[in-house]
């Protein structure tokens, strides 16, 4: 029997490619689709999958947020980040909330296969780097740079600050009020260390952590 695969993605040339590569695969099939977060948790919802392939920026609910979700509602269901986002973004973040593994859309495309076959089975799929993180966090009184002394929701935030969007425009994203977003900025300020936006945004292209 095949193993069941949904695919969550909101660019359809990502998901006919991935459709293609288990196509002439005997063990695993796309049997679903998902162009957002919403469409992603409702079909979760409505059965067993053997894996679900989940990008972290899609429209509506996505990221961390979307994979606690999911594990909440089937805490057993293989989950595979596959996403543009740099594993020093959010790889450690994405594993932490539930996701068996995360690969990187400009990685070689001869590691998906076996990423997904992986994590289907059980295991679990990060690369090299992501495994040098996560022994940085767990070593005893490693010191962790400001960015990783945020929450999820603190980094969320973050991420939309050094983007450039303002706090009106974050508070409708994330279904937030702006005293909330505002609230979260100052502490993303003081974890920091920081005062101004500018700092952030210096920060995150030094850190590799501006979104594409």
């Not at 945020?150 to 974050?170: A, K, N």
């Amino acid at each position: 029997m095949k193993i069941d695969v949904l695919i969550a993605d909101d660019h359809a040339i990502i998901r006919d490619g991935l459709k293609k590569i288990l196509a002439d695969t005997d063990d695993m099939i796309v049997a679903g689709e998902a162009m957002n977060g919403s469409i992603a948790l409702e079909k979760v919802r409505e059965r067993d999958w053997g894996l679900v392939v989940l990008d972290l920026s899609m429209p509506g609910r996505s990221g961390i947020e979307l994979i606690k979700l999911i594990k909440t509602e089937k805490p057993k269901c293989p989950v595979l980040i596959f996403s543009m986002h740099p594993e020093e973004q959010y790889a450690v973040r994405a594993l932490r909330a539930g996701a068996s593994g995360y690969l990187s859309k400009e990685g070689d495309s001869d590691l998906i296969l076996p990423a997904l076959r992986k994590v289907a089975a059980g295991g679990v799929y990060f690369s090299a780097k992501v495994a040098e993180l996560l022994v940085s966090e767990a070593t005893p009184h490693a010191e962790s740079l400001p960015h990783q002394r945020l929450s999820d929701r603190e980094f969320q935030i973050f991420e939309h600050i050094v983007c450039g969007m303002s706090m009106t425009d974050i508070a409708n994203e994330l279904s937030l009020s702006i005293k909330t977003v505002s609230t979260h900025k100052s502490h993303i300020m003081a974890k920091m260390g920081m005062s101004t936006q500018v700092e952030l945004v210096r920060y995150a292209i030094a850190h590799h952590l501006m979104s594409d």
